[in-house]
């Protein structure tokens, strides 16, 4: 009896990871710190594009916010303080 309900139950776990949408099981929080208002803030969709914003009011390429220097990092999060939004 204990068999057949472990195997009920690892079906039901099964069926449930099928349903659960890859992208919701594969979150990954990549964490930035801000030196100068010592925080951290977190890179997710509404970020990149305010981040893709700021890049074309200076006319630049885009590049993963990850692999900037980080003074440039450092510019970028000084630049938001600046044009905070409420979505953000």
């Not at 710190?33 to 594009?49: A, F, G, I, L, S």
Request: net charge negative; glycine share 4%; with cysteine.
């Amino acid at each position: 009896m204990r068999q057949r309900e472990h195997y009920r139950l690892t079906l039901l776990l099964a069926a449930m990871a099928a349903i659960v949408p890859l992208e919701s099981r594969c979150v990954a929080r990549v964490g930035f710190y801000d030196p100068d208002y010592h925080v951290n803030h977190y890179w997710n969709d509404h970020e990149d594009v305010v981040y893709r914003g700021y890049l074309a009011q200076r006319h630049e390429d885009y590049r993963e916010f990850s692999k900037l220097k980080p003074e440039e990092q450092r510019t970028y999060w000084q630049w938001r303080h600046s044009h905070s939004d409420p979505g953000g």
